[in-house]
């Protein structure tokens, strides 16, 4: 490996991306709209959600409860039924997204100052207001179970009293939240972004036929591929930054990790990113097949198979083996663990290993690919 | 200037065959070229010229047989046969959307001329070039003739010893071409080799050797003057008459003319003898009645060994 042939490519590939003004403003904005479009799509705000109630207790303890669905704008309490089959046929037809149902033993549990259990009905089918209605259902009966316990802690010292929403959700158990999604986002962003930006560029060399004066000259495939990907590792890095801004400052998603981590990781990320779509543009000698390639091996496993919206655990056995070979899944892990439960390189290694060797692969077989003759 | 330590042959082809498929566009073809000539690779479209320079840079593994460029096998140290060669490929390959002195400073780059160096490359070969004035222009607004010199230009940023110029100068107005050549000799005088391939005949007259390929093979090779004189110099004669046409057909076939190639506004005659056979055209063309302005022995342009040798070929095929 050469310094001075790898920086005249680099600086070469840095000229392309300068010299071409809307490529590159399309490279940035493209987290940005993505960011914008996914995570304010998934985090809008609900409300007046179409309420059930069946009140089996018919007490003024369960009619306390329910003036607390009333009183909340979130809510909007379309019926009171006597039976759970009304609610069946109101969540198929969607007039209604949650029921709330209070059992029999209500008012006598509170009385007996037990603990006490609310069923939250959900449709899950519309997972992302699911959640966030489940989230309002809770805040207002952990709000009535709180109002229970000041009176009865100060009349005597007895065990208080306690609601507890006991919540299912129906159709989909694996509830997405904004938190959850922003970081994933940030994953499946950087992965499209490198693989597109990757795969134009042997591809763009051969139509061009500067490829064959290239290969006539003593740089080294690898040479070839690191100077490119380092090129391409400033617009990939920005990308990166812009979309943990983005998720940071606009999405308040909580990063309670180590930001150096994050962007340790990320770079590791990026890099075998970018080394897969140069291999892919190595295979292809028109830009438009390697790009439609680079599309397709990165986007779509990058989204379905990394665990970003769905869950690794429920997909079929061999789907499972299939998303080992996706590195997006590695960095999924990584990137929600450092975000969202501020795990450190003691938990994450393993994953940030799996990494480097899947960017150490890709790497050389993008050189190896680049090493092939003319015709 | 060069340092040629290796002493024998710059370029030495043995035997190579180059198939793709079924298709066999290299042929057996041994060439030995020595170091400081400028060796033409003559031939129509599609007789194997480009595939052969590609093998010679490493570009493509031959099928079969060898060859070393500056002493080293093409196959098995091409990281060597690659820093002794400067490469042109036929199609225009520098970067549009760089600048003059930006191509320059890549190729330098890759060709790993020393930061030391290579302010004084640049500048000799912006003065080759004659670009001094367009150092900052982009590439693509230059015109054909100027991107071809800068193409040269940094084909030879590293000095190599060894060049290669496929089809430099196709699609480039003559006087381009006139002073694209006079870099070539240049080179030359400085002591490159240069294997350079062309389809303008002119053009063959300025090299030391030809060969000429046909159909994969290589027909003759030899100095320019050697290949006119195997055609049979003063045997070829040059008509000029009231009918071009007509004396065409009048002499074809007559045992006296062994060839007629309609040449220019005239027609070119290759002859046995011409003591005898200039009296006998005069009566043939004087019988049908067409008028003789000028018969006269010529000396054969490399067009004629051209034209003649491909027409032998074709009769050996058919």
């Given at each position: 490996?050469?310094?001075?042939?790898?920086?005249?490519?680099?600086?070469?590939?840095?000229?392309?991306?300068?010299?071409?003004?809307?490529?590159?403003?399309?490279?940035?904005?493209?987290?940005?709209?993505?960011?914008?479009?996914?995570?304010?799509?998934?985090?809008?705000?609900?409300?007046?959600?179409p309420?059930?109630?069946?009140?089996?207790?018919?007490?003024?303890e369960?009619?306390?409860?329910?003036?607390?669905?009333?009183?909340?704008?979130?809510?909007?309490?379309?019926?009171?039924?006597?039976?759970y089959?009304?609610i069946?046929?109101?969540?198929?037809?969607?007039?209604?997204?949650?029921?709330?149902?209070?059992?029999?033993?209500?008012?006598?549990?509170?009385?007996?100052?037990?603990?006490?259990r609310?069923?939250?009905?959900?449709?899950?089918?519309?997972?992302?207001?699911?959640?966030?209605?489940?989230?309002?259902?809770?805040?207002?009966?952990?709000?009535?179970?709180?109002?229970?316990?000041?009176?009865?802690?100060?009349?005597?010292?007895?065990?208080?009293?306690?609601?507890?929403?006991?919540?299912?959700?129906?159709?989909?158990?694996?509830?997405?939240?904004?938190?959850?999604?922003?970081?994933?986002?940030?994953?499946?962003?950087?992965?499209i972004?490198?693989?597109?930006?990757?795969?134009?560029?042997?591809?763009?060399?051969?139509?061009?036929?500067?490829?064959?004066?290239?290969?006539?000259?003593?740089?080294?495939?690898?040479?070839?591929?690191l100077?490119?990907?380092?090129?391409?590792?400033?617009?990939?890095?920005?990308?990166?930054?812009?979309?943990?801004?983005?998720?940071?400052?606009?999405?308040?998603?909580?990063?309670?990790?180590?930001?150096?981590?994050?962007?340790?990781?990320?770079?590791?990320?990026?890099?075998?990113?970018?080394?897969?779509?140069?291999?892919?543009?190595?295979?292809?000698?028109?830009?438009?097949?390697?790009?439609?390639?680079?599309?397709?091996?990165?986007?779509?496993?990058?989204?379905l198979?990394?665990?970003?919206?769905?869950?690794?655990g429920?997909?079929?056995?061999?789907?499972?083996?299939?998303?080992?070979?996706?590195?997006?899944?590695?960095?999924?892990?990584?990137?929600?663990?450092?975000?969202?439960?501020?795990?450190?390189?003691?938990?994450?290694?393993?994953?940030?290993?799996?990494?480097?060797?899947?960017?150490?692969?890709?790497?050389?077989?993008?050189a190896?690919?680049?090493?092939?003759?003319?015709? | 200037m060069?340092?040629?330590?290796?002493?024998?042959?710059?370029?030495?082809?043995?035997?190579?065959?180059?198939?793709?498929?079924?298709?066999?566009?290299?042929?057996?073809?041994?060439?030995?070229?020595?170091?400081?000539?400028?060796?033409?690779?003559?031939g129509?479209?599609?007789?194997?010229?480009?595939?052969?320079?590609?093998?010679?840079?490493?570009?493509?593994?031959?099928?079969?047989?060898?060859?070393?460029?500056?002493?080293?096998?093409?196959?098995?140290?091409?990281?060597?046969?690659?820093?002794?060669?400067g490469?042109?490929?036929?199609?225009f390959?520098?970067y549009?959307?760089?600048?003059?002195?930006?191509?320059?400073?890549?190729?330098?780059?890759?060709y790993?001329?020393?930061?030391?160096?290579?302010?004084?490359?640049?500048?000799?070969v912006?003065?080759?070039?004659?670009?001094?004035d367009?150092?900052?222009?982009?590439?693509?607004?230059?015109?054909?003739?100027?991107?071809?010199?800068?193409?040269?230009?940094?084909?030879?940023?590293?000095?190599?010893?060894?060049?290669?110029?496929?089809?430099?100068?196709?699609?480039?107005?003559?006087?381009?071409?006139?002073g694209?050549?006079?870099?070539?000799?240049?080179?030359?005088?400085?002591?490159?080799?240069?294997?350079?391939?062309?389809?303008?005949?002119?053009?063959?007259?300025?090299?030391?050797?030809?060969?000429?390929?046909?159909?994969?093979?290589?027909?003759?090779?030899?100095?320019?003057?050697?290949?006119?004189?195997?055609?049979?110099?003063?045997?070829?004669?040059?008509?000029?008459?009231?009918?071009?046409?007509?004396?065409?057909?009048?002499?074809?076939?007559?045992?006296?003319?062994?060839?007629?190639?309609?040449?220019?506004?005239?027609?070119?005659?290759?002859?046995?003898?011409?003591?005898?056979?200039?009296?006998?055209?005069?009566?043939?063309?004087?019988?049908?009645?067409?008028?003789?302005?000028?018969?006269?022995?010529?000396?054969?342009?490399?067009?004629?060994?051209?034209?003649?040798?491909?027409?032998?070929?074709?009769?050996?095929?058919?």
């Open positions: 490996m050469n310094y001075r042939r790898t920086k005249a490519i680099a600086r070469k590939e840095m000229l392309h991306i300068l010299r071409d003004p809307r490529s590159l403003t399309a490279a940035l904005m493209q987290p940005l709209v993505m960011l914008l479009i996914f995570g304010w799509a998934l985090s809008l705000d609900v409300d007046r959600i309420t059930f109630v069946y009140d089996m207790s018919q007490t003024p369960s009619r306390e409860l329910i003036r607390g669905f009333r009183g909340s704008r979130y809510f909007a309490i379309q019926e009171e039924v006597h039976a089959r009304p069946d046929q109101a969540i198929d037809k969607r007039a209604c997204l949650l029921a709330v149902v209070i059992p029999e033993d209500f008012a006598k549990n509170i009385g007996l100052k037990q603990p006490t609310v069923q939250l009905l959900l449709d899950g089918s519309d997972s992302n207001t699911a959640a966030i209605a489940q989230g309002y259902a809770e805040a207002v009966v952990a709000a009535y179970s709180q109002q229970l316990q000041v009176p009865i802690q100060t009349q005597s010292g007895n065990i208080p009293a306690t609601v507890n929403a006991d919540v299912r959700v129906w159709y989909n158990p694996d509830l997405l939240s904004s938190n959850f999604i922003v970081p994933g986002l940030v994953v499946v962003i950087v992965m972004i490198a693989a597109n930006l990757g795969s134009l560029t042997v591809a763009r060399e051969w139509e061009n036929g500067t490829m064959e004066q290239l290969l006539s000259t003593p740089a080294r495939p690898a040479e070839l591929a100077g490119k990907l380092s090129a391409y590792f400033v617009v990939g890095a920005a990308d990166m930054l812009i979309a943990l801004i983005v998720g940071v400052f606009i999405f308040h998603v909580p990063l309670k990790g180590s930001v150096t981590l994050l962007l340790v990781s990320s770079s590791i990320f990026l890099f075998g990113a970018l080394g897969l779509g140069i291999m892919v543009s190595a295979m292809f000698r028109s830009q438009l097949m390697a790009y439609q390639m680079g599309t397709l091996i990165s986007f779509l496993p990058a989204f198979l990394s665990g970003f919206i769905y869950s690794i429920n997909m079929p056995r061999v789907i499972q083996i299939v998303s080992l070979f996706v590195p997006a899944r590695y960095f999924m892990e990584v990137a929600r663990g450092i975000f969202l439960k501020g795990l450190g390189v003691e938990l994450l290694w393993f994953n940030l290993l799996l990494l480097i060797v899947y960017a150490g692969i890709v790497f050389y077989f993008a190896r690919k680049l090493r092939q003759k003319v015709a | 060069l340092a040629n330590s290796q002493s024998g042959p710059a370029v030495h082809i043995d035997k190579l065959v180059k198939k793709f498929g079924d298709f066999v566009a290299v042929d057996n073809v041994s060439i030995d070229v020595s170091q400081g000539e400028i060796f033409g690779f003559l129509p479209n599609g007789a194997g010229k480009s595939t052969t320079i590609r093998i010679l840079c490493g570009l493509l593994p031959p099928t079969s047989g060898r060859a070393t460029v500056g002493g080293f096998d093409v196959e098995t140290r091409p990281e060597d046969v690659k820093h002794n060669i490469y042109m490929s036929q199609k390959s520098l549009d959307d760089l600048t003059v002195e930006e191509n320059i400073e890549f190729f330098g780059g890759v790993g001329v020393s930061d030391a160096k290579l302010p004084a490359r640049r500048d000799y912006l003065e080759m070039a004659g670009l001094e367009k150092r900052r222009a982009m590439t693509r607004t230059l015109s054909g003739g100027w991107k071809q010199r800068l193409a040269l230009g940094c084909a030879i940023l590293h000095q190599p010893p060894i060049l290669f110029l496929d089809e430099p100068t196709s699609g480039v107005d003559p006087i381009a071409r006139r694209f050549w006079r870099l070539i000799y240049d080179l030359s005088d400085a002591g490159h080799t240069v294997f350079v391939t062309t389809h303008y005949m002119d053009e063959a007259e300025y090299c030391h050797r030809v060969a000429l390929m046909y159909g994969g093979r290589v027909i003759a090779l030899g100095s320019p003057e050697e290949l006119k004189k195997s055609l049979g110099e003063g045997n070829l004669l040059n008509l000029d008459s009231s009918d071009v046409r007509g004396s065409l057909s009048v002499l074809e076939g007559k045992p006296e003319i062994l060839e007629a190639a309609v040449f220019g506004a005239g027609l070119h005659l290759k002859v046995r003898d011409p003591g005898i056979a200039i009296p006998r055209i005069y009566e043939y063309l004087k019988q049908a009645g067409i008028h003789v302005l000028t018969l006269d022995s010529i000396t054969p342009s490399m067009e004629d060994v051209f034209v003649s040798l491909i027409e032998q070929e074709e009769k050996a095929a058919a």
